[in-house]
């Protein structure tokens, strides 16, 4: 098993920046493609931003890309996302996710996550 503990999260003005960390424990991170995604109130779930094990390649979605950055330290075993110019819609709780096999933007896919962290954005 895999744990993911995630951190950073809180309440943030419109414009605002705000990092998310997620500690990761009980496997060899560095096999581990890692994502990030989000859940707003009455939504489903969807994707943010994932990074491939080297973390030579990361990938965004459309509503983040240019704002947001996914990066990881493999010595470390933790994931972050740079969250920049937040907006009301990013208002979500963020969880993050391991996937031994393949980077994927499908939730499915991923083995192991995290309980989340509540972002809120204030307009």
């Known amino acids: 098993q895999m744990q993911l503990v995630e951190s950073g999260g809180g309440l943030v003005q419109a414009g605002g920046s705000l990092r998310l960390s997620c500690a990761a424990s009980g496997r060899t991170f560095s096999n581990y493609a890692m994502a990030w995604f989000r859940q707003a109130p009455g939504k489903e779930r969807e994707f943010v931003a994932a990074?491939?094990?080297?973390?030579?390649?990361?990938y965004y979605a459309d509503s983040v890309k240019g704002r947001f950055t996914i990066s990881r330290d493999n010595a470390k075993n933790t994931v972050s996302l740079q969250m920049n110019s937040l907006k009301p819609e990013d208002t979500a709780v963020y969880s993050c996710?391991?996937?031994?096999?393949?980077?994927?933007?499908?939730?499915?896919?991923?083995?192991?996550w995290g309980r989340g962290t509540l972002v809120t954005v204030s307009s």
């Open positions: 996710a391991a996937d031994a096999l393949i980077i994927s933007r499908k939730s499915t896919d991923y083995d192991y």
């Open positions: 990074i491939t094990t080297s973390g030579g390649n990361q």
